[in-house]
């Protein structure tokens, strides 16, 4: 009877250990899952300028139409955003550090083989040879109708439109799902925005790390602005 004894509570601490390291696993797993890239619109936001670059024209089976965007920095989220309208839709289109490098070291390469023309034109391969990373999208039709937000992935390459090349930055489609209902389930377009090497270069201008860095910092320290006392 002792010996059966012994052998209910050796089973019985295996099983606490078996459980306990299971669950320890679970744990240790989640944590060493990086949270997903997210920006609130209701976080500070720092104007830096606007840019031009071209897209698709939806309706035609060729050419580009000229867009206008904001470049807008979000200090909190570490974020750069690009905020343009396209057909009926107002995109942010957000980039974290990773896809600043991204966008950074695939137009350096792009200015690289266009110096060395050495451009061949496929449109069938090139759009995303070099490289991809995660985005954030926010867009929305009109100010009262539906906000949606998601991930989506961010591709970089280059196209040729009437013969002529342009860098381009692939924003694939992102899907929001709605925890309650999903019948409230929404998908974005698929954007490909395409640069002039002067266009890419001056938004690559603005995810400048120095640039950046000085923005993070509170203006009334950036500027030495006096905030104990007002002086008459």
Not at 58 to 82: H, M, W
Not at 84 to 101: A, I, P
Not at 149 to 154: L, Q
Not at 171 to 191: H, I
């Amino acid at each position: 009877m002792k010996h059966f004894s012994n052998l209910f509570s050796l089973l019985f601490i295996l099983l606490i250990f078996i459980i306990t390291f299971t669950s320890c696993k679970t744990v240790f797993r989640g944590a060493d899952k990086p949270p997903k890239f997210t920006v609130s619109l209701n976080s500070r936001q720092v104007p830096l300028g606007s840019i031009e670059m071209q897209r698709d024209k939806r309706f035609t089976t060729s050419g580009l139409v000229k867009e206008v965007a904001d470049i807008i920095y979000f200090p909190e989220e570490d974020a750069v955003c690009v905020k343009y309208r396209s057909d009926f839709f107002n995109y942010h289109l957000f980039f974290d550090v990773t896809g600043r490098d991204l966008f950074l070291k695939s137009l350096e390469r792009y200015m690289a083989a266009y110096e060395n023309r050495d451009l061949p034109n496929n449109n069938k391969k090139t759009g995303n040879q070099y490289g991809s990373a995660e985005g954030y999208l926010i867009w929305q039709e009109f100010k009262l109708t539906k906000r949606y937000t998601g991930n989506m992935n961010m591709e970089t390459g280059y196209l040729f439109k009437k013969s002529l090349p342009y860098f381009v930055l692939i924003q694939n489609t992102a899907v929001f799902e709605d925890p309650m209902n999903k019948e409230r389930n929404g998908a974005s377009q698929l954007v490909t925005l395409h640069f002039t090497r002067a266009q890419a270069q001056e938004l690559a201008a603005f995810f400048d790390r120095e640039l950046l860095r000085t923005h993070s910092v509170p203006r009334v320290i950036r500027e030495g602005l006096t905030v104990d006392f007002d002086e008459y």
